[in-house]
């Protein structure tokens, strides 16, 4: 079963900041918070992922809180080819080590 | 970048018929390769762990049998669904992970949209 609780659906307007939450209250230590993308009929797409620390690249910044209990993905500037369904996932680091997809945040950015 | 393909990417076949799908990672070398399974409106569901050189783990309630997996190579795995019935029809998505570190990232194909008749 997945570890991660999402909303189901969210909305952003074009070019303003989609903050997506994730809960994950149960994450071991050892553990790391992944998200992912998956655009229609679109295998999914690494985003980004971290341990404990706040983390950034050229997609999004994942800020995760200190207790680590929950964590947020942010899309500076949405546009429109953002619209996706975004997975939060909790993962031991090792190369076997398999993904768990919950259902994930439907995300639709408006024009 | 890290790329993972799949072929065919969409293939419609008769029921009863055997259908294979490739996947391969095309610059980088994958000991580790997942294959999924997502019907409409529905997340994806792990199927099964391929490794190279050794017979994959299949999650419980996947019959291998039905859905045969070989990992030849540090490239490519292959998923054969036997005997296929309407009820295979879905969208298979292959991954692999890149690089022997710990904070390995996996790294998706495009998908291959199967359709039993």
């Known amino acids: 079963d997945a570890k991660t609780t999402q909303p189901p659906s969210m909305d952003c307007a074009e070019g303003r900041a989609a903050n997506l939450p994730c809960n994950h209250s149960?994450?071991?230590?050892?553990?790391?918070v992944y998200w992912y993308r998956q655009i229609h009929s679109q295998g999914p797409q690494y985003i980004i992922h971290?341990?404990?620390n706040n983390e950034t690249n050229e997609m999004a910044s994942l800020i995760i809180t200190e207790d680590r209990k929950s964590s947020t993905l942010i899309l500076p500037h949405a546009t429109l080819r953002d619209t996706a369904v975004y997975y939060c996932?909790?993962?031991?680091?090792?190369?076997?080590?398999?993904?768990?997809f919950g259902k994930g945040t439907k995300l639709t950015v408006n024009p | 970048g890290a790329v993972v393909s799949q072929h065919p990417s969409r293939v419609i076949c008769k029921s009863g018929t055997s259908v294979k799908i490739e996947c391969r990672s095309l610059d980088f070398q994958a000991t580790t390769m997942f294959w999924y399974r997502q019907f409409p409106k529905q997340s994806l569901m792990l199927m099964a762990t391929s490794n190279e050189g050794s017979k994959a783990t299949y999650e419980q309630g996947v019959e291998k049998d039905k859905f045969l997996i070989n990992h030849a190579s540090l490239t490519l795995s292959t998923l054969t669904v036997t005997s296929a019935h309407p009820e295979d029809s879905s969208f298979y998505i292959c991954s692999a992970n890149l690089g022997t570190s710990s904070y390995n990232e996996q790294f998706f194909g495009p998908g291959t949209r199967l359709t039993v008749l």
């Open positions: 996932i909790v993962r031991r680091k090792g190369g076997s080590e398999k993904l768990v």
């Open positions: 971290g341990l404990k």
């Open positions: 149960t994450i071991s230590g050892n553990e790391y």
